[in-house]
């Protein structure tokens, strides 16, 4: 969401051309696989490393394992490639891969004598694996390895990367050795049916394993991990091992949780079953200007655009924007924050927009987000928190922080959030990381369906937005990639001036819901299911609404309050 128009992050070919890559799985290392790159870790700075227009250096954080990393800039017509070449042995496969982290990050191999191959992801605040296999032809002695960034986009962090396979002879950095067992771990949260846990990373680790009782429950590759589907009341053991490819570590020191009796997740209880999410703006942009009170009751979940960022970091403070609202006094709104509660709403606050610069990128931070948003909460009388953050977010942190808020609001703490599209392609990414690490507190995601270039459907098809099959090829990559249908709502401009891109009618919206819950309306895309339980619908704004004669909630609230 934005006080104005978004652009694309990209344009719309250059993310389908993008998102057309073929990413090949990792092979199973074989005990005599070596890493054939050097200074895979960039410890020797940028030995044995080229990039282009001087677009590389060698930082000292934040880095994966070891002391130092690349960072590259693209800028210009350059996309700060980075390469290295690598002696291989003919007819042999290897893998390829590497620890990044920031702007837009590619990473691939050229010179195979078979098939180049390369992989990509979009900007992600914490570090995540690329990884891809190639073999090479019967005549290749060497080949070139890359990352590189994209055009325009934020600088991108490297390390740790591998060439693995059989020995090229050139000398590569040692094979990795089984990594020491976690350090630190320790109970970060609990509700009635989960423990969450954090611990400190190990060098040379490039994923960790948890415990429960003696039994292996989840795999991660950051340093926090919740545990879900738990008794309540019950105490339970956890330990902790880091791995990599040469095996794991030792389990770590045993720490014990224990679930709360009740309570502690849901999202808010009392919320209609099928729900509507509208943004209110506080300020003027054109738009018809509201009160709360204005606000149409089709609306389930307001929320409030939004909380401002302070000088503390992870820190957000709020002010009503009075004079741009023409004179709406901050005693009015809160009595109508209380008036639409009484009406069965909820009003949540939301953090960030398109211009937000809040950043939640450590424990501290973490601590200030949570306790400034439970301060907004009890001085306005907010139900909860929107995380609308637009310039990427740190999974790891950001779940700590919602953890810790959830554990001072109680069970009826609604979180609601508005990722791109771009941040839920995955399961990696860091935003649907992050819903599926709060899934037992989370209400609903509304992820924005506009502003957006191509993207992939669950079934591996590109779509483009403006379509039922946009919506619901995308909205089935959240359904089937761990989110409740009741965590999932459909999130659309309110009118052509509410976007820059992406509106459809209203029409649309319910073709498209009416495809997921009951399958019907569907376009070429067919669920191969039905999620009755689907929560509903959001759009950017009330404002823009009420400037259009409230045509979407009209339309759209009545038919999402009587899915079945």
């Known amino acids: 969401m934005s006080p104005h128009s978004r652009s694309a992050r990209l344009w719309s070919g250059a ?24 200074n895979a870790g960039f410890e020797s700075g940028l030995s044995n490393w080229t990039c282009s227009a001087n677009s590389g250096t060698t930082v000292n954080s934040p880095v994966h394992g070891g002391t130092s990393a690349l960072k590259a800039t693209p800028a210009g017509q350059d996309n700060a490639q980075c390469t290295q ?8 496969t290897y893998t390829l891969s590497a620890w990044v982290q920031g702007g837009y990050s590619y990473l691939g191999v050229t010179g195979t004598g078979t098939t180049d191959v390369s992989t990509w992801t979009p900007d992600t605040a914490s570090w995540k694996q690329l990884s891809t296999t190639f073999t090479t032809g019967s005549a290749t002695t060497s080949v070139t390895v890359y990352t590189h960034g994209w055009y325009g986009q934020a600088a991108y962090y490297a390390d740790d990367l591998s060439v693995l396979g059989p020995d090229g002879g050139g000398g590569g950095d040692p094979a990795p050795t089984v990594p020491a067992a976690p350090g630190g771990l320790a109970v970060s949260g609990t509700t009635s049916s989960s423990v969450s846990l954090a611990w400190n990373a190990v060098s040379g680790a490039t994923g960790y394993s948890v415990y429960r009782n003696g039994t292996k429950v989840t795999a991660v590759t950051g340093t926090s991990a919740t545990v879900t589907g738990l008794a309540a009341s019950t105490a339970y053991s956890f330990q902790v091992t880091a ?62 655009a939004f909380a401002d960022a302070t000088t503390t970091p992870g820190a957000v403070s709020f002010t009503l924007d009075s004079a741009g609202l023409k004179g709406y006094t901050t005693d009015q709104f809160k009595a109508d924050i209380k008036a639409k509660q009484a009406a069965g709403k909820k009003v949540v606050i939301s953090i960030g927009g398109q211009n937000g610069t809040v950043s939640v990128s450590d424990a501290t931070s973490a601590a200030n987000f949570a306790n400034s948003v439970y301060t907004l909460m009890q001085t306005y009388g907010f139900d909860g928190v929107d995380i609308d953050l637009e310039n990427g977010l740190n999974a790891t942190y950001m779940t700590q922080a919602l953890r810790s808020l959830s554990a001072r609001a109680g069970s009826s703490l609604i979180i609601t959030m508005a990722p791109q599209t771009i941040d839920m392609q995955s399961t990696s990414n860091s935003y649907f990381q992050t819903a599926l690490n709060i899934k037992d507190i989370l209400t609903v995601v509304n992820m924005q369906y506009y502003n957006s270039g191509s993207m992939l459907g669950c079934d591996g098809k590109v779509y483009s937005q403006g379509s039922v099959d946009f919506l619901t090829a995308l909205a ?36 498209a819901l009416d495809c997921l819950t009951k399958g019907t309306g569907c376009g070429s895309f067919k ?11 959001m759009t950017w704004s009330t404002n823009w609404d009420a400037s259009a004669g409230n045509a979407w909630s009209n339309s759209v609230g009545p038919h999402v309050h009587a899915l079945p």
């Not at 799985?25 to 890493?35: R, T």
């Not at 070449?85 to 042999?92: F, L, Y």
């Not at 999932?488 to 009618?505: C, K």
């Not at 669920?527 to 619908?537: I, V």
């Open 15 to 38: 993310v389908t051309a993008a998102l057309a890559l073929s990413l090949a799985g990792a092979g199973q290392a074989s005990a005599a696989d070596v890493n054939n790159a050097k």
């Open 85 to 92: 070449t690598v002696a291989v042995r003919p007819g042999s």
């Open 243 to 304: 791995t990599n490819a040469a095996g794991e570590s030792a389990k770590s020191a045993t720490v014990t949780g224990t679930t709360a009796a009740t309570g502690g997740g849901g999202g808010g209880t009392t919320l209609a079953k099928h729900a509507v999410t509208g943004y209110w703006q506080n300020f003027n942009n054109g738009a018809t200007v509201q009160k709360l009170s204005d606000v149409q009751a089709q609306y389930d979940i307001i929320a409030v």
């Open 476 to 511: 089935c990559i959240q359904l089937e990639g761990g989110l409740a249908p009741s965590q999932v709502g459909l999130g659309l401009p309110a009118s052509t001036s509410g976007a820059g891109s992406g509106y459809v009618s209203p029409a649309v919206v319910n073709n």
């Open 527 to 537: 669920p191969s299911k039905t999620y009755p339980g689907l929560r509903g619908a």
